[in-house]
């Protein structure tokens, strides 16, 4: 069952798919590259993890969405987060 296959994962990886899959940019498919997760398989996670009104949320938000699925997307899209998104900042006072 795929839910046992990620309850035995690290607790950082299983945080990361739950991240990625929540990201608006990230499509199915990185999930799948980096983990091993189909999109139904990324689903039935979300609703194992999630509070239901967020699973519905999230459902509701991501069906459909272009930038989820890589056949979708505009193909100059060759990222899937913001460029600015991880970007380390000097706010440290001096």
């Known amino acids: 069952?795929?839910?046992?296959?990620?309850?035995?994962?690290?607790?950082?990886?299983q945080s990361r798919i739950i991240e990625m899959a929540w990201e608006?940019?990230?499509?199915?498919e990185a999930i799948e590259l980096q983990f091993g997760f189909r999109e139904k398989e990324v689903i039935q996670i979300?609703?194992?993890q999630l509070k239901l009104?967020?699973?519905?949320?999230?459902?509701?938000?991501?069906?459909?969405?272009a930038t989820k699925h890589t056949a979708l997307r505009d193909p100059?899209?060759?990222?899937?987060?913001?460029?600015t998104q991880y970007k380390i900042?000097?706010?440290?006072k001096r």
């Open 46 to 48: 979300m609703q194992n």
């Open 89 to 92: 900042r000097q706010n440290k």
């Open 76 to 83: 100059n899209v060759l990222r899937g987060y913001c460029r």
């Open 53 to 65: 009104a967020s699973f519905r949320n999230w459902r509701v938000r991501v069906r459909g969405r």
């Open 1 to 13: 069952m795929i839910i046992d296959t990620f309850s035995r994962l690290p607790l950082h990886e």
């Open 24 to 28: 608006d940019r990230t499509p199915f």
